[in-house]
């Protein structure tokens, strides 16, 4: 609106009122009609009929409007607040920084707070990738139902140590997770993490994990795999999964076991930071750090499961789950009761009926021969005598050379008939 040479601002609020107080001033609304619209009291009203009476149509604008809040923060702590940022904190998002702020440098300021101060200042800071748009797969009712498995590839101490992989799992109906840090994603990794899990929370009904050579195997199979009716050849982890009656889920996607991928980049972002801030540099530390870290992450990033029932079994003892989370492979027992396995013979020095031995190695190391369930006593025997000569030790079984006008070399006429001596 124009007053003169001055141009007046205004919300549609602001247009409201005004609108309200001149009907009211040409006596067409009573008092109590416009208190009630505009939704304030009787009193408030009379105060913005006065103001328009003396001040005009400004009347109805609120006077703090155009200054300085008077709850803002005071400019010396701002600036000390982008300072802080720039020089210990520039990686950061605003989220994360404000709560660091808080906790290690005691400054309490709003998120929102530190980017608006970020932006205004031209302080650039990590901003959140835009997602693409895919169809949601319903979280598992109960806990337990299904835990998501992989490992994250990450220098995890930004070159203060070794690049380390931290195998983590995550609950699909509560989010809670559980992780360790490992130097390399294999088998023993693999066994080493579920048995831990497992020791701690049970053992879930289903886990959903992706197709590394880990967890799927990709080899042919072999023709008496066939001749058993074996349809698909199994990884050492399925195998050990079968016998836990843990169902196998593999995805065909990384976007599909979407909440373990974006776990991973919390914890690339959050996890690595906090390790910063205290300096780890060994992979043990950062384990000791690791089962202090997730209680407080799954207390602030856990949600509440449709359902209250915990459908994790309870887990074998220690002697079981070592039984199964361990290489298992059959080999045959020769006449002389030996087994070969790894470029090394063992003597087998019990008396068993059959031709099959499974050779399990386990994750601390050692090794045990089973034969139907039962253990197997065993000695290592030396290797086979070399020839010196780097040669084999046994001779040849055809060791004659056939002279050029042997038969053997004549091959068969056209006939189809073998030749015939003279």
């Not at 886990?207 to 023709?223: A, C, Q």
């Not at 050990?240 to 593999?250: D, K, N, P, S, T």
């Not at 799954?298 to 509440?304: E, G, I, K, Q, W």
Request: glycine share 8%; net charge positive.
């Amino acid at each position: 609106m124009v007053k003169g040479e001055e141009i007046l601002r205004m919300t549609s609020r602001d247009f409201q009122r005004l609108h309200l107080v001149r009907q009211y001033l040409d006596q067409r609304i009573k008092q109590k009609d416009g208190s009630e619209l505009l939704g304030v009291s009787d009193r408030q009203f009379r105060r913005l009929v006065r103001r328009v009476r003396e001040e005009g149509d400004s009347g109805v604008i609120h006077r703090s409007r155009g200054r300085p809040s008077n709850r803002r923060t005071a400019e010396k702590t701002r600036q000390k607040v982008l300072r802080l940022y720039e020089r210990k904190y520039g990686d950061f998002g605003p989220t994360l920084a404000s709560e660091k702020l808080r906790e290690l440098d005691g400054i309490e300021v709003n998120a929102e707070t530190l980017r608006l101060w970020l932006r205004q200042s031209g302080v650039r800071y990590k901003r959140r990738k835009s997602r693409c748009r895919r169809q949601r797969r319903e979280r598992r009712p109960c806990l337990g139902a299904m835990v998501q498995l992989d490992g994250s590839h990450h220098d995890w101490l930004e070159g203060r140590g070794p690049r380390m992989v931290l195998m983590g799992y995550i609950d699909d109906a509560t989010n809670r997770v559980y992780g360790r840090f490992y130097d390399y994603e294999g088998t023993f990794p693999a066994f080493d993490s579920f048995k831990r899990y497992a020791r701690r929370y049970g053992i879930p009904a289903s886990v959903y994990l992706d197709r590394h050579s880990t967890y799927k195997s990709s080899r042919e199979l072999t023709l008496e795999e066939q001749l058993q009716g074996v349809e698909k050849p199994e990884s050492q982890f399925e195998r050990a999964m079968r016998e836990l009656g843990v169902e196998v889920i593999h995805a065909h996607s990384p976007q599909a076991k979407g909440r373990v991928e974006r776990l991973f980049g919390t914890l690339q972002d959050r996890l690595v930071k906090e390790m910063r801030l205290r300096k780890i540099r060994t992979r043990e530390s950062a384990n000791i750090f690791l089962e202090e870290y997730l209680p407080e992450h799954n207390r602030r990033f856990s949600v509440l499961p449709s359902k209250s029932a915990d459908v994790h079994r309870r887990s074998p003892g220690v002697r079981e789950l070592d039984g199964v989370l361990c290489v298992k492979t059959e080999r045959r027992l020769n006449n002389d009761w030996t087994v070969s396995h790894g470029g090394k013979v063992y003597q087998v020095e019990d008396r068993i009926v059959g031709k099959r031995v499974f050779v399990e190695e386990r994750m601390d190391g050692s090794l045990r021969l089973s034969c139907q369930g039962k253990s197997l006593k065993y000695k290592e025997l030396a290797g086979r005598p070399k020839h010196p000569s780097g040669a084999k030790s046994r001779p040849r079984k055809w060791a004659h050379k056939p002279a050029a006008d042997h038969p053997w070399r004549q091959g068969y006429g056209r006939s189809g008939a073998a030749p015939v001596d003279p």
